[in-house]
């Protein structure tokens, strides 16, 4: 029977977040989310503001390639924000399969359900998050072909134990693949906001947060290229299998 501590929260710059490192999102209206974020030029979508927008087709084009991205399957948009890549994600998967689009933010999650409505992604289901845990429904239970989670990990609050949450709990568990997106802790790679930015921002290197997944129920597989990604790397990982009796 295994037994957990609660893991103590991560450390942020307390003066780049004086009020917790979600604050902005869970503070602000849904407008003023997609007046910040959103409508194609703000600062998630716009491609000369963010290199995952910039490079958003190519991202696709690696999931598609190496990551399970494919008609029928199950996805897992960990924060998905104003919702970037669902519509993509949407049409890709199509109606056999179904997208989890999951935020902890109240504003966004109207964002998504208004995207949602409006483009007709019927084959996705917003879900209200806990920092802890996913909170998808019972039937979703271990059943993500995909878990992608996009310039996310690093405002995870407890990073340890949403991971170890995905790995017991959502993620298929022998042929399931995780797909973590964040920023390169170092300033010469950052090129959308002043280089320092990113000390204050980020709270570790890839090293860490590579070292926190492999610690919480996770294999590393590899890194994956993206073409034209600068300021970002994508790692990948599947479920590490536990040694049963007798191994």
């Given at each position: 029977?295994?037994?957990?501590?609660?893991?103590?929260?991560?450390?942020?710059?307390?003066?780049?977040?004086?009020?917790?490192?979600?604050?902005?999102?869970?503070?602000?209206?849904?407008?003023?989310?997609?007046?910040?974020?959103?409508?194609?030029?703000?600062?998630?979508?716009?491609?000369?503001?963010?290199?995952?927008?910039?490079?958003?087709?190519?991202?696709?084009?690696?999931?598609?390639?190496?990551?399970?991205?494919?008609?029928?399957?199950?996805?897992?948009?960990?924060?998905?924000?104003?919702?970037?890549?669902?519509?993509?994600?949407?049409?890709?998967?199509?109606?056999?399969?179904?997208?989890?689009?999951?935020?902890?933010?109240?504003?966004?999650?109207?964002?998504?359900?208004?995207?949602?409505?409006e483009e007709g992604l019927t084959n996705v289901i917003t879900v209200k998050t806990s920092d802890t845990s996913l909170q998808l429904p019972e039937s979703a239970k271990r059943a993500a072909d995909l878990v992608f989670i996009c310039d996310v990990y690093h405002h995870f609050e407890?990073?340890?134990?949403?991971?170890?949450?995905?790995?017991?709990?959502?993620?298929?568990?022998?042929?399931?693949?995780?797909?973590?997106?964040?920023?390169?802790?170092?300033?010469?790679?950052?090129?959308?906001?002043?280089?320092?930015?990113?000390?204050?921002?980020?709270?570790?290197?890839?090293?860490?947060?590579?070292?926190?997944?492999?610690?919480?129920?996770?294999?590393?597989?590899?890194?994956?290229?993206?073409?034209?990604?600068?300021?970002?790397?994508?790692?990948?990982?599947?479920?590490?299998?536990?040694?049963?009796?007798?191994?």
């Amino acid at each position: 029977e295994k037994t957990q501590e609660m893991e103590s929260p991560a450390v942020f710059n307390a003066s780049h977040y004086p009020d917790g490192v979600n604050a902005n999102f869970v503070n602000s209206t849904e407008e003023q989310l997609k007046e910040k974020y959103g409508n194609g030029s703000g600062l998630f979508e716009d491609p000369e503001q963010r290199d995952i927008a910039k490079c958003k087709d190519a991202i696709l084009k690696a999931l598609r390639q190496h990551c399970h991205l494919s008609p029928g399957c199950c996805l897992v948009d960990v924060g998905a924000g104003t919702g970037l890549f669902l519509k993509d994600f949407s049409a890709i998967i199509g109606n056999q399969g179904s997208i989890y689009a999951c935020e902890l933010s109240d504003g966004f999650l109207g964002l998504l359900e208004r995207l949602c409505d409006e483009e007709g992604l019927t084959n996705v289901i917003t879900v209200k998050t806990s920092d802890t845990s996913l909170q998808l429904p019972e039937s979703a239970k271990r059943a993500a072909d995909l878990v992608f989670i996009c310039d996310v990990y690093h405002h995870f609050e407890y990073p340890r134990t949403f991971i170890r949450h995905i790995a017991d709990d959502v993620i298929k568990p022998d042929t399931g693949l995780l797909v973590v997106i964040d920023f390169h802790r170092i300033p010469e790679k950052i090129w959308s906001r002043p280089p320092e930015w990113v000390l204050d921002h980020v709270r570790a290197g890839q090293d860490t947060f590579k070292q926190e997944i492999e610690e919480s129920g996770f294999e590393y597989l590899s890194d994956v290229e993206v073409e034209g990604m600068r300021e970002n790397y994508m790692m990948t990982f599947r479920p590490r299998k536990e040694p049963t009796a007798g191994d």
